[in-house]
């Protein structure tokens, strides 16, 4: 009866995402909250990939997962060219689709020609194999945006570019 509360001291805001990375809804359930004088050991999440700036999913990379494990290089080939025939309609006119394959790991890259095409992977190879879009790294999202920069500033990065003809 003879303690008061302290009220106002200070604010706790706890936000989550309500949903993943492909749009799809997310429930939390908050179990325990710490807080105390501890800096964030988050950082500075400014040009993280899917934090803000960038979309953390690849528009055309394709990640495929619950493959069987690869133990030696023949079969690496085969399920290298399996996927290519598998994906070729994706690749758009010439058919040609990047795979990446690894050994002892049962998960697979396919990069396809566009957006539009991944899409159409997605819902038509579904039945196939377990298949998502893949999620882009923070070097390719600075690499995307450096190609992008160069494109719309001629190339040439801020430098004088001289003709020698």
């Known amino acids: 009866e003879g303690e008061k509360k302290k009220v106002g001291r200070g604010s706790l805001m706890l ?6 990375d492909y749009g799809n809804p997310e429930n ?3 179990y325990r909250v710490w807080w105390g004088r501890k800096k964030s050991m988050a950082g500075d ?18 990640f495929l997962s619950n ?4 133990r030696t290089d023949p079969e690496l080939d085969l399920r290298r060219a399996e996927l290519e025939r598998a994906f070729r309609k994706y690749g758009g006119p010439s058919g040609a689709v990047l795979v990446s394959v ?5 998960i697979a890259f396919v990069e396809v020609a566009s957006e539009q095409l991944a899409d159409l992977a ?13 999620r882009r790294t923070k ?3 600075l690499m995307e945006e450096r ?8 190339g040439g990065g801020g430098k004088e570019s001289v003709d020698w003809d």
């Open 28 to 30: 939390w359930m908050v």
């Open 139 to 141: 070097h390719e999202a």
């Open 147 to 154: 190609a992008k920069k160069e494109k719309e500033g001629g």
């Open 122 to 134: 997605l819902v038509q190879m579904a039945g196939k194999y377990r298949i998502t879009k893949a």
């Open 15 to 20: 936000q989550l995402p309500s949903s993943d």
């Open 67 to 70: 493959l069987p494990k690869l």
């Open 102 to 106: 690894q050994k002892h790991s049962s």
């Open 45 to 62: 999440l400014d040009g993280v990939a899917g934090v803000n700036i960038y979309s953390a999913v690849h528009p055309r990379k394709l």
